[in-house]
């Protein structure tokens, strides 16, 4: 079964972060993700580029599509990345994602199993 891993983390913080720090966060990324590709579990991930280059698209009332600097949501944590995984079922994904910096330097993932496209059709 397939998950997407969404990584959040506080993007002050980690800006904020010694520099010897963040290496070591990356560090631990790394060593993860290749142990996932090695085992063939990673389908893809990627890191993305800070909330301060998205863009969010929504529509107002009047039915008009506004489009904006910044993401939608003002929170604490960002969505900083994503692995898309492919794993017997969510246990799997569990004992994957605790392993995560994320996870183990205050921040959270969230896990969502992928509504693939036979299933969408039949529901």
Request: hydrophobic fraction near 40%; include cysteine; charge should be negative.
């Amino acid at each position: 079964m397939r998950y997407l891993l969404l990584m959040c983390s506080d993007e002050k913080a980690e800006a904020g972060a010694p520099a010897e720090m963040m290496a070591g966060i990356v560090g631990e990324y790394v060593a993860v993700t290749t142990e996932m590709e090695e085992k063939g579990v990673c389908q893809d991930s990627n890191r993305l580029r800070p909330t301060t280059e998205a863009t969010t698209l929504r529509m107002n009332d009047d039915g008009a599509v506004q489009i904006m600097d910044g993401p939608f949501a003002e929170t604490k944590e960002q969505m900083g990345g994503y692995y898309l995984i492919d794993v017997k079922d969510l246990d799997e994904a569990i004992a994957w994602a605790k392993r995560f910096p994320a996870v183990t330097h205050g921040g959270s993932i969230e896990i969502r199993p992928v509504w693939e496209m036979e299933d969408y059709e039949t529901a």
